[in-house]
């Protein structure tokens, strides 16, 4: 089976950073996906990580351990727009692009 | 503008009476896919479709059909809704041809059965 697990909810401040994490066990794995949701909105598309390492865009940075089934999301700077759920999503491959998400983890950016 | 058209955007309907929720995308994607959305349990995948008249189940296929006769649409059908189908439901698209499977979602259909 497919297996996501990520912290339900999490609060920050304005201006601060904040790391947010995933842990997966899937049948098969070729990346880790990171989408922003706004409360009634589409998911939008962040990061995609396939080797294992850091990988930097603006003040979102996103890692992947693939050996430890771990990634992360880190926020820089944040912003009260940052305010939004965060899923974490594994492409399990196959040939068939299956996506298999996360919860979503709920972050609230206070003043 | 690229973009998935889901309708309708909001829906209140009855038991028993069939409904379908359209879904389109201007981007000329090969793959699309539903997923429904529920408090606490988040995105699950509903049906996806490879191409034209390949279909397959997602992880919660019951209650649902769907159809791939074009590549641009790919309607979601509910013969006899239930009040346990009562759910935010997303349309989405990508293309292997852009790499990863990136995907487009639309803007999600609320949907209601009493």
Known sequence: GQNIDQPTEMTATEGAIVQINCTYQTSGFNGLFWYQQHAGEAPTFLSYNVLDGLEEKGRFSSFLSRSKGYSYLLLKELQMKDSASYLCAADTGAGSYQLTFGKGTKLSVIP | ?114
């Not at chain 2, 889901?6 to 309907?13: E, H, V």
């Not at chain 2, 509903?46 to 919660?60: A, L």
């Not at chain 2, 590549?71 to 189908?85: A, G, M, V």
């Not at chain 2, 292997?96 to 803007?107: D, E, I, K, Q, Y």
Request: charged content about 20%; glycine content about 8%.
């Open chain 2, 1 to 114: 503008e690229a973009q998935v058209t889901q309708n309708p955007r909001y829906l209140i309907t009855v038991t028993g009476k069939k409904l379908t929720v359209t879904c389109s995308q201007n981007m000329n994607h090969e793959y699309m896919s539903w997923y429904r959305q529920d408090p606490g349990l988040g995105l699950r995948q509903i049906y996806y479709s490879m191409n034209v008249e390949v279909t397959d189940k997602g992880d919660v296929p019951e209650g649902y059909k769907v159809s791939r006769k074009e590549k641009r649409n790919f309607p979601l059908i509910l013969e006899s809704p239930s009040p346990n189908q009562t759910s935010l439901y997303f349309c989405a698209s990508s293309s292997p041809m852009s790499g990863a499977n990136v995907l487009t979602f639309g803007a999600g259909s609320r949907l209601t059965v009493l």
